[in-house]
């Protein structure tokens, strides 16, 4: 059977996926409160926006070599799945800001002045910092991706996203200092530098909706990264080290989700944002039997998902079927 003949291939391929999608989402945000209060208007606001940057990803650079919105959609449905997502708060924002920084970061492929792009896309990470401390480290793999993914880093653009991801702090220590609050820089300075030592006791104690949510987003993640690793000779040059990168940092996020499970809702938003394109691009691409399954079962894995993180009913009955 060829491409674009099975369900999944002709959804991913219709131009009423991201509509239907976005509708759907709009219902998921109202479904917990049964209401749009402000700040989950705002949320919702954000996720749009941050579903029109993932779009613009994709138009640019083509992601996905057929004419595909699947990566928005992917992005949207997970967003909207999960509750902590709904309001206008750190994990919405440290996603927002991460996506910005990918659509700056690949801009960066083999240009010989990629100056203004790398100063941008680690001034993002760094905003982003401040609601998310990981994104600073994140600093570290975005200059190895330069050098060996877009094979563009020279020292000029080096500095350029050490100044990047300076300003955001200097303009705040400055703030501080000038209001007199000196101390609540050097506050939060030390609140980002906290560090929980790992153990299996932290994971297993978080609660089971979160386990179960943070598993089936690291299935469809490692089904989707196995699947491009096995046929990425399909796609371009380009488009495979941009793809390298999101497989570089949805294992990343995977494993400091496992080490620090205390900061599941901002890594977990930051893990879908990266894990997106992959789980678009398998979905969009693949043309076996299996994976139509698969597509089948991931549909009712997420709808799962979303009634397990949405209706608090439901996770009290979960309880009490596994305990």
Same mark, same amino acid.
């Given at each position: 059977?060829?491409?674009?003949?099975?369900?999944?291939?002709?959804?991913?391929?219709?131009?009423?996926?991201?509509?239907?999608?976005? @509708?759907?989402? =709009?219902? #998921?945000?109202?479904?917990?409160?049964?209401?749009?209060?402000?700040?989950?208007?705002?949320?919702?606001?954000?996720?749009?926006?941050?579903?029109?940057? =993932?779009?613009?990803?994709?138009?640019? #650079?083509?992601?996905?070599?057929?004419?595909?919105?699947?990566?928005?959609?992917?992005?949207?449905?997970?967003?909207?799945?999960?509750?902590?997502?709904?309001?206008?708060?750190?994990?919405?924002?440290?996603?927002?800001?991460?996506?910005?920084?990918?659509?700056?970061?690949?801009?960066?492929?083999?240009?010989?002045?990629?100056?203004?792009? =790398?100063?941008?896309?680690?001034?993002? #990470?760094?905003? +982003?910092?401040?609601?998310?401390?990981?994104?600073?480290?994140?600093?570290?793999?975005?200059?190895?991706?330069?050098?060996?993914?877009?094979?563009?880093?020279?020292?000029?653009?080096?500095?350029?996203?050490? %100044?990047?991801?300076? @300003?955001?702090?200097?303009?705040?220590?400055? +703030?501080?200092?000038?209001? +007199?609050?000196?101390? @609540?820089?050097?506050?939060?300075?030390?609140?980002?530098?906290?560090?929980?030592?790992?153990?299996?006791?932290?994971?297993?104690?978080?609660?089971?909706?979160?386990? @179960?949510?943070?598993?089936?987003?690291?299935?469809?993640?490692?089904?989707?990264?196995?699947?491009?690793?096995?046929?990425?000779?399909?796609?371009?040059?380009?488009?495979?080290?941009?793809?390298?990168?999101?497989?570089?940092?949805?294992?990343?996020?995977?494993?400091?989700?496992?080490?620090?499970?205390?900061?599941?809702?901002?890594?977990?938003?930051? %893990?879908?944002?990266?894990?997106?394109?992959?789980?678009?691009?398998?979905?969009?691409?693949?043309?076996?039997?299996?994976?139509?399954?698969?597509?089948?079962?991931?549909?009712?894995?997420?709808? +799962?998902?979303?009634?397990?993180?949405?209706?608090?009913?439901?996770?009290?009955?979960?309880?009490?079927?596994?305990?």
């Amino acid at each position: 059977m060829a491409l674009g003949n099975r369900f999944h291939n002709k959804i991913a391929g219709s131009v009423f996926t991201l509509p239907v999608c976005a @509708v759907l989402a =709009v219902a #998921l945000w109202w479904l917990p409160q049964r209401a749009f209060t402000i700040p989950h208007a705002l949320g919702l606001a954000l996720c749009l926006l941050t579903t029109y940057i =993932v779009m613009e990803t994709n138009g640019r #650079l083509h992601i996905i070599r057929i004419r595909s919105r699947m990566m928005s959609c992917v992005w949207l449905i997970l967003a909207a799945s999960l509750s902590f997502m709904h309001p206008l708060a750190e994990p919405i924002v440290a996603a927002a800001f991460l996506c910005v920084s990918y659509l700056l970061l690949f801009r960066c492929y083999q240009k010989h002045r990629p100056q203004k792009y =790398v100063f941008h896309a680690f001034l993002m #990470l760094s905003l +982003g910092s401040f609601v998310a401390p990981v994104m600073l480290a994140m600093a570290i793999p975005f200059f190895l991706y330069l050098a060996i993914f877009l094979r563009t880093l020279p020292a000029k653009a080096f500095w350029a996203g050490v %100044l990047g991801l300076i @300003v955001p702090f200097w303009c705040y220590a400055a +703030g501080c200092f000038i209001t +007199g609050n000196i101390q @609540v820089f050097v506050a939060r300075l030390a609140e980002m530098a906290q560090y929980e030592m790992p153990s299996v006791e932290g994971v297993m104690s978080m609660p089971l909706a979160e386990q @179960v949510s943070a598993g089936i987003v690291a299935l469809l993640s490692l089904v989707s990264i196995v699947h491009y690793l096995r046929t990425n000779y399909d796609d371009m040059i380009r488009v495979r080290m941009i793809l390298y990168i999101y497989v570089s940092q949805t294992l990343l996020l995977m494993a400091f989700l496992l080490l620090q499970p205390a900061t599941y809702e901002t890594t977990m938003a930051l %893990l879908i944002a990266s894990a997106s394109p992959l789980i678009a691009h398998y979905f969009a691409l693949s043309k076996s039997i299996f994976c139509a399954i698969f597509f089948l079962l991931s549909l009712l894995l997420v709808a +799962g998902m979303a009634t397990l993180n949405l209706v608090p009913e439901t996770q009290e009955l979960l309880s009490l079927l596994v305990f």
